[in-house]
């Protein structure tokens, strides 16, 4: 699916804003956006249909500066689906998300224009991640240093990795031809970062901060049967490196991570499954199930995939059944 171009003067910058219920950590998003040293720039926020006065908060910030630009929707749809009606809006040259309970470092996107003319040839720059919450410091997560360089291909296999955060400045096009994936309503983000990243000439690692909160309300720390969007995500990635001919050690890597978050997330479920009701159960089985039948074993390193911890077995009864064996046998063989 390719997104439509917005019509209208053109900016250095169109920063993407989510907002849903975000009254709390709201203003300081924006301000630590509209402080930043480069002022052209565009600041689109989206009204994910929020219950709280996150519209009211927007509606000041639009009044006061003209660089924020308000779109509410009538129906929440999700953080994917919010930022892709905000794409059809974008005027900047670059884009880049910023999620509303987050916060740009100072001098961000100058540093990320420093980034931009040292590597013209770069069609993402990547921001260092600084992880902070209120009941953690703040703490730089190791990464590329500033001025790293990788090609598009190297850049995608990292991040499927966990070893390249995608939190970054896209060239508009990127975005034009891949939108974000809205395959799953939360866990699909990452997917679009490994895509433009795969479609890039080279992507550049910059000196620009990008603080993300950590709070036990974040989607990713609670456990319900939104964890099933880990498998949905899955799935759409390696659709996704498929369709735009991702390398072999590319598809290796997507395969074996799909692999591991699906044995992970199966413990996960088991360990949880007396909180669930029958009709749960039957979403849980039917999501393992589609999710094991699309598995591609044969790209499996076989190191992994022999590994008695993450054999690969189908179907899903079989695998449900290897599971119970070697949970026994880990039992009796502890004392050992």
Request: charged content about 25%.
């Amino acid at each position: 699916m390719e997104q439509r171009e917005s019509v209208g003067k053109a900016v250095k910058f169109s920063v993407l804003v989510a907002v849903y219920n975000a009254v709390p950590y709201l203003q300081a998003c924006l301000d630590s956006i509209l402080h930043q040293s480069v002022d052209d720039l565009q600041i689109l926020c989206v009204d994910d249909a929020s219950t709280d006065d996150s519209a009211q908060i927007l509606s000041e910030y639009a009044a006061r500066d003209k660089r924020v630009e308000v779109i509410r929707l009538d129906h929440n749809q999700g953080q994917a689906s919010a930022r892709n009606v905000a794409l059809t809006r974008a005027k900047g040259e670059w884009i880049l998300m910023v999620d509303a309970d987050d916060l740009l470092g100072e001098d961000a996107l100058e540093e990320m224009e420093r980034t931009m003319k040292r590597f013209p040839s770069a069609d993402c720059i990547v921001l260092q991640l600084v992880r902070f919450g209120a009941a953690q410091a703040t703490e730089r997560e190791d990464g590329p240093t500033p001025d790293t360089v990788f090609t598009g291909a190297e850049a995608c296999r990292a991040a499927i990795n966990w070893k390249l955060n995608g939190l970054y400045a896209g060239r508009r096009d990127l975005y034009m031809r891949m939108p974000f994936d809205d395959s799953s309503r939360v866990y699909s983000d990452d997917n679009t970062s490994r895509i433009h990243y795969l479609l890039s000439r080279q992507v550049a690692v910059s000196a620009g901060e990008y603080l993300y909160r950590q709070h036990e309300a974040s989607a990713t720390h609670r456990f319900d049967l939104r964890r099933l969007d880990f498998l949905a995500a899955n799935r759409s990635l390696r659709s996704l490196l498929e369709r735009y001919q991702a390398n072999t050690d590319i598809l290796t890597a997507c395969e074996e991570h799909c692999w591991r978050n699906f044995v992970g997330l199966y413990l996960q479920f088991r360990r949880q499954w007396a909180t669930f009701t029958p009709q749960e159960h039957q979403l849980i089985r039917f999501s393992f199930k589609e999710s094991l039948q699309a598995m591609r074993p044969e790209r499996l390193p076989c190191a992994l995939r022999w590994s008695p911890s993450w054999l690969f077995v189908r179907p899903f009864s079989l695998f449900v059944a290897y599971r119970q064996v070697l949970r026994v046998l880990k039992k009796i063989l502890k004392p050992f």
